[in-house]
T-cell receptor, first 116, second 110 residues
Framework: GAVVSQHPSWVICKSGTSVKIECRSL??????MFWYRQFPKQSLMLMAT?????????EQGVEKDKFLINHASLTLSTLTVTSAHPEDSSFYIC????????????FGPGTRLTVT | QKEVEQNSGPLSVPEGAIASLNCTYS??????FFWYRQYSGKSPELIMF????GDKEDGRFTAQLNKASQYVSLLIRDSQPSDSATYLC??????????FGTGTSLTVIP
């Protein structure tokens, strides 16, 4: 149980275009989903936390107009990188939680984004 | 002060030895603690969680929690080369909050 999928697993796009990444909890209802970014050989960086039906809470320094997060249902959250630039190239990972105190996060396999 | 602190390593141990990974946290009210393993180029996977003071064993892994000292550790017995990865400590103070450490890189030398 507790499987989280991400799609696509990798994507290459041109500078200035937008990319949408989907995160799905396959066998449980994810009240809360988290989006992380990880650059090579660096630690996970939390970008935002989203609760189903609510606006996402962004971490300091993360541009909410550039990284659009939608958590429209209990099993799906999307991250759209708008007007992508090469510096946005990174490994984007989502995770999901039932949102209960003490509940663990389950991570998706990640999406590797390369902006050319 | 960071919420969760780990030594970044790298930590190297010979095959068959015990690897000890340590983590401290700042929120004294934290109730839930997790260890994740992340292989290079992959996303983290949960390997242990612990809620109560003391030890919790699962196969070759033992998590140890000391809430008075705000300290949680992970011991890996009979370390194998396949255990070489980055280990992330995570603390869940309340429902939707998670704080991750920066991770400790472990290398098990054959």
């Amino acid at each position: 149980g507790a499987v989280v999928s991400q799609h696509p697993s990798w994507v290459i796009c041109k500078s200035g275009t937008s990319v949408k990444i989907e995160c799905r909890s396959l066998d449980f209802q994810a009240t809360t989903m988290f989006w992380y970014r990880q650059f090579p050989k660096q630690s996970l960086m939390l970008m935002a936390t989203s609760n189903e039906g609510s606006k996402a809470t962004y971490e300091q320094g993360v541009e909410k107009d550039k990284f659009l997060i939608n958590h429209a249902s209990l099993t799906l959250s999307t991250l759209t990188v708008t007007s992508a630039h090469p510096e946005d190239s990174s490994f984007y990972i989502c995770s999901a939680s039932q949102g209960l105190a003490g509940d663990e996060q389950y991570f998706g396999p990640g999406t590797r984004l390369t902006v050319t | 002060q960071k919420e969760v602190e780990q030594n970044s390593g790298p930590l190297s141990v010979p095959e068959g030895a015990i690897a000890s990974l340590n983590c401290t946290y700042s929120d004294r009210g934290s109730q839930s603690f997790f260890w994740y393993r992340q292989y290079s180029g992959k996303s983290p996977e949960l390997i242990m969680f612990i809620y109560s003071n003391g030890d919790k064993e699962d196969g070759r892994f033992t998590a140890q929690l000391n809430k008075a000292s705000q300290y949680v550790s992970l011991l890996i017995r009979d370390s194998q080369p396949s255990d070489s990865a980055t280990y992330l400590c995570a603390v869940n103070p309340t429902g939707n909050q998670f704080y991750f450490g920066t991770g400790t890189s472990l290398t098990v030398i054959p």
